[in-house]
């Protein structure tokens, strides 16, 4: 299957970004990354994402 991979530049500069988690084995990255983000942006890549636009994060209820 064909890939594309986007650098974190290129995300940053997008008008919206939207995380979809899910799964209870996703939990504390999620968690980190919305409520402490100046630590997980040392630990967790998506943590570093601080789109020019919107940021959503759809997380399942097992993820929470």
């Given at each position: ?8 530049p ?8 939207v995380f ?8 504390d990255v ?13 630990i ?7 789109p ?13």
């Amino acid at each position: 299957m064909p890939r594309v991979t986007l650098t974190l530049p290129v995300i940053n500069s997008s008008r919206c970004v939207v995380f979809l988690i899910s799964g209870g084995g996703k939990r504390d990255v999620a968690n980190a990354s919305i409520s402490n983000t100046n630590a997980a942006r040392k630990i967790y890549p998506a943590a570093l994402v601080q789109p020019e636009g919107e940021l959503h994060w759809l997380i399942d209820e097992q993820s929470i």
